[in-house]
Nanobody, 123 residues
Framework: VQLQASGGGLVQAGGSLRLSCVAS????????MGWFRQAPGKERDFVGV????????YYADSVKGRFTISRDNAKNTMYLQMNSLKPEDTAVYYC?????????????????WGQGTQVTVSS
């Protein structure tokens, strides 16, 4: 099983970035997928999740209206479009696969995790 996140970088406040997560080794289209982030010295936080079909999404209040999760099951890829970025969005971003088709309701429900990609937002 592999989850490969990419697309991070340095951006100014107010800018945009698009992260990608390419999955392999498991039936991607059978799993809800999520994004999490961890800032230095802080715990890992939930960012958002998308159902197996892409038909439903759910976001943390801190990113609602600014971030959009999408997926392309034909490409085994999930995306995180981040707009209106703020310095507080600076973190390592991780993608993960939920054990169910819909969000299990907690990070403990995610059984596959990728390596992170660094996002840095300068003020």
């Amino acid at each position: 099983v592999q989850l490969q996140a990419s697309g991070g970088g340095l951006v100014q406040a107010g800018g945009s970035l698009r992260l990608s997560c390419v999955a392999s080794g498991f039936p991607f289209s059978n799993h809800a997928m999520g994004w999490f982030r961890q800032a230095p010295g802080k715990e890992r936080d939930f960012v958002g999740v998308i159902s197996w079909s892409g038909g439903s999404t759910y976001y943390a209040d801190s990113v609602k209206g600014r971030f959009t999760i999408s997926r392309d099951n034909a490409k085994n890829t999930m995306y995180l479009q981040m707009n209106s970025l703020k310095p507080e969005d600076t973190a390592v971003y991780y993608c993960a696969a939920d054990r169910f088709r819909h969000y299990s309701g907690s990070p403990q429900g995610f059984n596959y995790w990728g390596q992170g990609t660094q996002v840095t937002v300068s003020s």
